[in-house]
Structure formats: C-alpha cells, structure tokens
C-alpha cells in the first residue's frame, strides 16, 4: 500500500476552509472503513498499518496541521465518525455477517494498536453475548475482540473502566440475569465467558473459538492482576 503522504504549507487551517478539510477526511477515513469491511485479512492489516502510519506521521518543518485545535496526524479528527456511524448499521440493519465481523476486526485491532476503540467493542460483545440475538452473525463480531485486544479488554475489566451512566451499559436481559454494573467489570467478564462455555458446549464452533481466546486470561481475572 502506498504510503500515505500530505502535502503541508502551514501549520494552521484557516477556519474558513476547516469544513472542506474536514470533508475531505471524513471521506478518506469512510473509504479505509468500507474497505475494512470487505477486505481479507492481509488487507485489513495494512489498513490498520495505515491509521497508525498517519497517526504517527510527522511533517518535516512543521508542527502537527490543526483543525478546530485538533491534531490531523496525532489526533485523526473525524476518523472515529464513520465508525459509529457503521456501528449505528449494526446488523441486521446494515451488514451481514463477514463485514460486521471484518468491521470489529479492523476495530480491535486499532484499539491494541493504541486508538481506543473499546466501547465500540463492548458494545458488539453485549450484543452477542448479553442479548442472545442473531449468534451466527453477532458472535463472530464480538471474538475479534477477545481475539485481537484480548489483553487490553482484561485491563479494561480489571480496572473498572467505564464510559459515563449511559454508553457500556448491559443490555437488558443482561441485566435481567443479574448484572447491573455498566463498563468493563468482572461480574461482566464471567458472563461472558459463561455464555461462550454454554454456547461452545453446545457445539458452537466459534463460540468455541472465543473460549479459547477468553481462557487465555483466566488465570489474570481469577488474580486480579492487569
């Protein structure tokens, strides 16, 4: 993939052209995120390879671009848009079961890369394994988190991160059985890892799969050591 190259002659946006700079990343970044969502894995990789190219991207001679006091580099304004505005198609509205998938994928691994994306992955995680809903399309989402972020979602539960009293909640027959705790927890993380056992004794093979990864992080959970 060719590497990613902006030219610069000011350090300073004029405020009268920041909509059309922010137009023309809103673009580019909704172009690396529909092309997460059909891409192979050794593609999706160098996607990835390209955020974090830009995010770490330094300009000879200049200081970061800025837009309304953003960093264009460092701070990747309006990159996170067209992620939400995928997760608000979440299936069944707006993919099927290989881009959903491919979507958390790219997802999980920003987040292991250093772009924090986790809510995003909780959100996909409770809707697989909080709501019992569509597991053939939901549940291969929810284990690239397990999968590729592993180790910072365990972080997450074992320090209690949470996202305010309203995003991160559990879903509601979730908090039906019991939880109540909105966030990263590990009441939470022991329902998940529960409905992955049940699923997988079940004969799921991807629910399987997530088992496996989970079990990586028994010993961790169980010691209460990040």
Wanted: with cysteine; glycine share 10%.
């Amino acid at each position: 993939m060719a590497e990613f190259v902006a030219p610069v002659e000011s350090t300073v946006v004029a405020s009268a052209d920041e909509d059309v700079v922010e137009g023309v990343l809103r673009a580019a970044w909704k172009a690396v995120v529909d092309a997460a969502a059909v891409s192979a894995e050794s593609a999706r990789a160098a996607l990835v390879a390209l955020v974090v190219g830009v995010r770490t991207r330094t300009v000879d001679g200049h200081e970061d671009v800025r837009i309304r006091g953003r960093r264009v580099f460092a701070d990747l304004p309006v990159f996170r848009a067209p992620l939400r505005e995928a997760w608000h198609r979440a299936p069944p509205a707006g993919h099927d079961a290989p881009s959903w998938t491919n979507l958390n994928a790219l997802a999980a691994q920003l987040t292991a890369a250093g772009e924090d994306l986790s809510l995003l992955g909780l959100w996909s995680i409770g809707l697989a394994l909080e709501t019992f809903d569509d597991a053939p399309v939901n549940l291969p989402a929810a284990v690239q988190w397990f999968r590729y972020c592993g180790q910072y979602l365990v972080s997450a539960t074992l320090h209690g991160r949470t996202y305010g009293s309203g995003p991160g909640r559990p879903f509601e027959p979730a908090e039906r059985g019991g939880l109540s705790e909105g966030g990263f927890n590990v009441p939470r993380w022991t329902f998940w890892r529960s409905r992955l056992e049940g699923l997988a004794r079940d004969g799921d093979p991807v629910a399987r799969q997530g088992l496996r990864y989970v079990r990586r992080y028994d010993a961790q959970i169980a010691g209460g050591q990040a």
